[in-house]
């Protein structure tokens, strides 16, 4: 039987080697890192070592970085009504794109009544224009965009976002989880003022991630009281083996992200060409700039459900879309916010490839294409 190839790396990516190492080390330790004791010391060392690769990465501070439990966890915390920066007053709504993850737009600790929706133009891509008019009706806001999109893969202005924003005094958080070791990122260099990362995006374990915080900000409530881990901004004992694994992953993430985005696009570009050609399927946002391993496509008559099963009795992994909505049959939001019709949307199979994707696997998977275009679309 030949091996599956997995083209699912947006949902989850394998666990890297390093990351392994990390973990199995950290799992000998016996030490609770908030004790004063060697145990509890070694313990800490792990997990400020991590801090510091995470802060390192994205160009912060360490002590501007918050463990959590997940992504969904750090998008929570992160949407907090009185937030701050060095200068202007607390926010006191939210505007999210339409395009964002179910955790950012279930709005965080804000009021229903306090969340408005900006717009994304047909190739999935923030309307900074309608942004602007969001800002400029009502007080300070938080805004939140995704860096690149899980779905389309399309990458959002995020630069230009948050010139805007801070212009009209807001702040502005960035869900960078699909972004991390794929495309260079620096909440510095970009103006970013909050962003959240998953480990399991890159090569780490499953159930940790974190919010990275620019210098200065402030008015974070916790999501979770108690003690006073993470400097009393997320309390519960520290996951000290998902954290060793999350910085190691995001080392080896970062040092080999020019080669491994380099090759992918090749391969995407390639994957792309091949699909275009089979049962006139098309690419959404092919026109915006995207991530270098995401592919969203469709053809007349097409039903994700049915691809996703026939790409897996062919031995391929791929999804219909985020993983955290798998199993409901409705249209995606995000093509529905980029004005597909419903029918479309619910046709879009997304391929998406990683650092251990070779040319064969992408040679299969167009071969299960155009087995299944012939047959799902016969008539």
């Excluded at 909050?194 to 620019?214: E, Q």
Aim: hydrophobic share 45%.
């Amino acid at each position: 039987m030949p091996t599956r190839v997995y083209l699912d790396w947006n949902a989850t990516t394998p666990l890297r080697p390093e990351a392994r190492a990390a973990m199995v080390a950290a799992f000998d330790l016996v030490g609770n890192p908030s004790s004063v004791h060697a145990e509890g010391r070694e313990a800490r060392r792990l997990v400020e070592e991590a801090r510091a690769e995470l802060a390192l990465a994205v160009g912060a501070l360490p002590r501007n970085v918050v463990f959590a439990s997940a992504g969904t966890e750090a998008n929570a915390l992160a949407l907090s009504p009185g937030l701050r920066g060095p200068s202007g007053g607390p926010v006191q709504r939210l505007l999210v794109s339409a395009v964002e993850h179910a955790s950012v737009l279930a709005g965080g600790r804000f009021l229903a009544d306090r969340i408005g929706l900006i717009r994304v133009t047909r190739a999935g891509v923030v309307d900074l224009e309608h942004l602007k008019a969001g800002l400029a009706d009502g007080p300070p806001a938080l805004v939140s965009i995704m860096a690149a999109n899980n779905e389309t893969g399309a990458l959002q202005p995020v630069a230009e976002a948050a010139r805007i924003v801070h212009e009209a005094g807001g702040l502005l958080h960035v869900d960078a989880i699909q972004a991390l070791g794929k495309i260079p990122f620096d909440i510095k260099a970009m103006g970013i003022d909050l962003a959240t990362f998953s480990a399991h995006k890159i090569g780490g374990p499953k159930g940790v991630g974190a919010l990275v915080m620019a210098e200065g900000i402030a008015g974070l409530e916790p999501v979770l009281r108690g003690g006073g881990q993470e400097l009393s901004r997320r309390a519960g004992t520290e996951n000290v083996a998902g954290i060793a694994g999350f910085g190691a992953a995001v080392k080896v993430a970062l040092q080999a992200l020019p080669e491994v985005a380099e090759r992918i696009t090749t391969l995407r570009i390639r994957l792309e060409n091949g699909i275009r050609g089979i049962a006139g399927a098309t690419i959404f946002s092919e026109d915006a700039e995207r991530l270098p391993n995401t592919v969203l496509f469709t053809a007349p008559g097409l039903k994700a459900e049915t691809a996703v099963i026939g790409f897996d009795l062919e031995g391929i992994a791929v999804s219909s879309g985020s993983a955290c909505s798998s199993g409901k049959v409705q249209p995606s939001h995000v093509l529905s916010a980029m004005g597909f019709d419903p029918a479309v949307a619910q046709g879009a199979v997304r391929l998406s490839l990683g650092w251990s994707t070779e040319p064969d696997d992408i040679n299969r998977a167009l071969e299960a294409w155009r087995k299944l275009g012939n047959t799902l679309l016969k008539g």
